[in-house]
């Protein structure tokens, strides 16, 4: 069954909102959870590693200030795309490892995300 | 910095057909995986490979790992439809980090 959640799975929104996306994980708890964001048919790109308690990490070119992420809890990791744009659309994915399982990292379903 | 090649890049082939997809990577790692993913979907993890001459087979689908020459094959016996989707190697430097992706081989099983 699914280890990672991701809601929404899909979401339309206006320009210049402000989208919230959650992940969770539901069999362990995740200190550490990764968000990466896909464009159509392009590869899978980090954005950045959300540690619980303390700040995320950020990968270069991803501006934090838009992209705010939460991890408050051991099972919850929010991302939040603020004054969304265009060109935010994408395929937005959470992960999480496993380090029972020789660290192989288990995705969420992914939120798509249109902005009009 | 780690880089991930994949090739080839799309690969179109009859059902009945054997291929392989490649999979080079730039620094040294000893972890290496396979994903598949379907149109609109998220990944779903194929193979996890650790050690050199590591060999793992599911189905149609066997992935083998060379860490000394920093290549991993994902090899496809008697392709069928159901196999069409993009796959994906991906390998990490250490640990809980991320992972760095190839860029996706799009695979297209045809009659």
């Known amino acids: 069954g699914a280890v990672v959640s991701q809601h929404p799975s899909w979401v339309i929104c206006k320009s210049g909102t402000s989208v919230k996306i959650e992940c969770r994980s539901l069999d362990f708890q995740a200190t550490t959870m990764f968000w990466y964001r896909q464009f159509p048919k392009q590869s899978l790109m980090l954005m950045a590693t959300?540690?619980?308690?303390?700040?995320?990490?950020?990968e270069q070119g991803v501006e934090k200030d838009k992209f705010l992420i939460n991890h408050a809890s051991l099972t919850l990791s929010t991302l939040t795309v603020t004054s969304a744009h265009p060109e935010d659309s994408s395929f937005y994915i959470c992960?999480?490892?496993?380090?029972?399982?020789?660290?192989?990292?288990?995705f969420g379903p992914g939120t798509r995300l249109t902005v009009l | 910095e780690l880089k991930v090649e994949q090739n080839p890049l799309f690969l179109s082939m009859q059902e009945g057909k054997n291929y392989t997809i490649y999979c080079n990577y730039s620094t040294t790692s000893d972890r290496l995986y396979w994903y598949r993913q379907d149109p609109g979907k998220s990944l779903e993890s194929l193979f996890v490979l650790l050690s050199n001459g590591a060999v793992k087979q599911e189905g149609r689908l066997m992935a083998s790992l060379d860490t000394k020459a920093r290549l991993s094959t994902l090899h496809i016996t008697a392709a069928v439809h159901d196999l069409s989707a993009t796959y994906f190697c991906?390998?990490?430097?250490?640990?809980?980090?991320?992972?760095?992706f190839g860029k996706g081989t799009r695979l297209s099983v045809i009659a």
């Open positions: 959300s540690n619980e308690g303390s700040k995320a990490t950020y």
């Open positions: 991906a390998v990490v430097n250490s640990g809980n980090t991320p992972l760095v």
């Open positions: 992960s999480k490892t496993d380090s029972q399982r020789a660290d192989t990292q288990y």
